[in-house]
């Protein structure tokens, strides 16, 4: 049985604190330096939190060299190759290092386009992780999010636990639809093809706007024909039709 140890420690933040398998949580590396302490008596110290408040604080506002006061349970391993872990329940920022120069950004690196695939995906696996059989509980676990995550993009990672029944529905989809768009002829793009523009052209250069005009009107009741007249004329110019004069148009 791994013992828990309640530890205080402050030290500076190693290297950013990347997120962790579950959503709300994060882990970072803590460089501990007592006072009069050498650099080989230095001891690095892995964290992390389930704490969603302190992951977010460690993920979007903490950089590193940043002095922190931590406190939680350490917790040791029951084996001699296991590995120490502190787990976070407070975090107070001692001092800040200073801003380190971002690159600029580059403003045709829009991600909007990609955040808004990943929000609609994660909605649609909740919908499928509620669909869950009775009695049967989420199983499987589906992280997503974007490739490179930073701090600015925590909010764009999702993870839903699914059943093993509902994720091989799943994969039953994925692979009815790769079937489907494999089956479908390559796309050109979406321009029409010159044989259907010169079949379109073709049909409206044998169109006669007078006869077509005329059957129209025929069609219409004898009320209404000065009103479709008018309709005809601005849409098609001034057509000459037997049996109305301009004083009726």
Same mark, same amino acid.
């Given at each position: 049985?791994?013992?828990?140890?309640?530890?205080? =420690?402050?030290?500076?933040?190693?290297?950013?604190? +990347?997120?962790?398998?579950?959503?709300?949580?994060? &882990?970072?590396?803590? $460089?501990?330096?007592?006072?009069?302490?050498?650099?080989?008596?230095?001891?690095?110290?892995?964290?992390?939190?389930?704490?969603?408040?302190?992951?977010?604080?460690?993920?979007?506002?903490?950089?590193? &060299?940043? =002095? @922190?006061? %931590?406190?939680?349970?350490?917790?040791?391993?029951?084996?001699?190759?296991?590995?120490?872990?502190?787990? %976070?329940?407070? #975090?107070?920022?001692?001092?800040?290092?200073?801003?380190?120069?971002?690159?600029?950004?580059?403003?045709?690196?829009?991600?909007?386009?990609?955040?808004?695939?990943?929000?609609?995906?994660?909605?649609?696996?909740?919908? =499928?992780?509620?669909?869950?059989?009775?009695?049967?509980?989420?199983?499987?676990?589906?992280?997503?999010?974007? %490739?490179? +995550?930073?701090?600015?993009? #925590?909010?764009?990672?999702?993870?839903?636990?699914?059943?093993?029944?509902?994720?091989?529905? @799943?994969?039953?989809?994925?692979?009815?639809?790769?079937?489907?768009?494999?089956? @479908?002829?390559?796309?050109?793009?979406? &321009?029409?093809?010159?044989?259907? $523009?010169?079949?379109?052209?073709?049909?409206?250069?044998?169109?006669?706007?007078?006869?077509?005009?005329?059957? +129209?009107?025929?069609?219409?009741?004898?009320?209404?024909? #000065?009103? %479709?007249?008018?309709?005809?004329?601005? =849409?098609?110019?001034?057509?000459?039709?037997?049996?109305?004069?301009?004083?009726?148009?």
């Amino acid at each position: 049985m791994m013992e828990r140890i309640p530890l205080a =420690l402050t030290g500076y933040l190693d290297t950013a604190a +990347v997120p962790g398998d579950a959503v709300g949580t994060a &882990s970072w590396r803590l $460089i501990s330096s007592p006072a009069d302490c050498t650099a080989e008596e230095e001891a690095v110290i892995p964290c992390t939190t389930s704490r969603p408040n302190l992951a977010h604080l460690l993920l979007t506002e903490c950089q590193p &060299s940043d =002095l @922190l006061r %931590v406190s939680g349970s350490l917790t040791l391993p029951d084996t001699a190759d296991g590995r120490i872990r502190l787990d %976070v329940d407070t #975090v107070d920022v001692m001092w800040e290092a200073p801003l380190q120069e971002q690159p600029p950004e580059d403003p045709a690196d829009d991600h909007s386009d990609r955040d808004r695939a990943i929000q609609a995906l994660a909605e649609a696996l909740t919908g =499928l992780a509620y669909e869950a059989a009775a009695g049967e509980q989420p199983d499987i676990r589906i992280n997503i999010g974007p %490739v490179g +995550v930073h701090g600015l993009d #925590v909010a764009h990672c999702h993870s839903i636990d699914v059943t093993t029944a509902n994720t091989h529905k @799943l994969a039953d989809a994925v692979d009815a639809m790769l079937a489907t768009l494999n089956s @479908l002829p390559p796309q050109a793009g979406t &321009s029409l093809d010159p044989l259907t $523009i010169a079949e379109l052209t073709d049909y409206f250069d044998e169109l006669d706007l007078t006869e077509l005009t005329r059957e +129209v009107l025929d069609a219409t009741r004898p009320e209404d024909r #000065v009103a %479709v007249t008018r309709a005809l004329d601005d =849409l098609f110019g001034d057509i000459p039709v037997t049996g109305i004069d301009d004083s009726d148009q």
